[in-house]
């Protein structure tokens, strides 16, 4: 299997990337700023390294598609690329901005609409989009990420139907929290009330839910249009 992993650099796009080479599958990764976390994963795993904006279409294209030559095709899409915010903090409706929100939407639902129809295009077959339990629920949290999160959903539910025919499947992995990345800028009192009422009673690892992302990559054959929340029963 040959699997293209857009966002490698993130805490979850590595684990998802180590479960993946466990499996045998080859691997194209992207990273944006943490060119050494990047680098030092593919050289590690065997696997191929870019860097990537994914701000900016013809980048996005010329990216997927050199990865593609190089793995000699491409079998899944993981999109693990997110950034939590349009103001650099916890974004409160009143810290909104206009280009803060339309930077987010491009890494975060603009990216991951454009990488599923170009892997599509290239004869792939599953397609996993990592979402959040913000995009499905709220606990509270920021209403651009949630935004953004709850679009992948709809778009998974549409893509489902449009690309079934074509024998692609699509589906949303969203977890609950884990330690840092995305949600370094969580604040504490609702990190509290998340453990308070989470069923796990505690975070997810990363490896926990790049099992549940793997499976989606490698195995899934029937399941689409689906969001499968990973959040210990919150
Ligand atoms: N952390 C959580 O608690 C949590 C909870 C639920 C869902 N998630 C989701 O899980 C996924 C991974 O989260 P994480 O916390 O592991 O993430 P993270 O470590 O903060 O990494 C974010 C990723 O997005 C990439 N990225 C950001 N802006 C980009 C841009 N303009 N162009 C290309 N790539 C860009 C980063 O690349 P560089 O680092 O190389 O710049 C990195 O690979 C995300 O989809 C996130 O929404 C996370």
Known sequence: MRVVVVGGSSGLGGAVCQVLAERGARIGLTYNRNEAR???????????????????????????????????????????AAVASTSGGYDRLDDVTWDGIERLFKVNVMGALFCARLVASMGGRNVVLVGSMDGVKSMPTSAPYAMSKGALSAMARALGKELGPRGVLVNVVAPGLFEGGVSAGVPEEVRREYLKHCGMKRYATHDEVARTVAWFALENSYVTGQTLVVDGGL
């Open 38 to 80: 990047g680098l030092a994963l593919a050289e590690a795993l065997g696997a191929l390294a870019r860097r990537l904006d994914l701000s900016e279409l013809h980048g996005i294209e010329a990216t997927l598609g050199e990865l593609a030559r190089e793995l000699g095709g491409v079998d899944a899409l993981v999109y693990c």
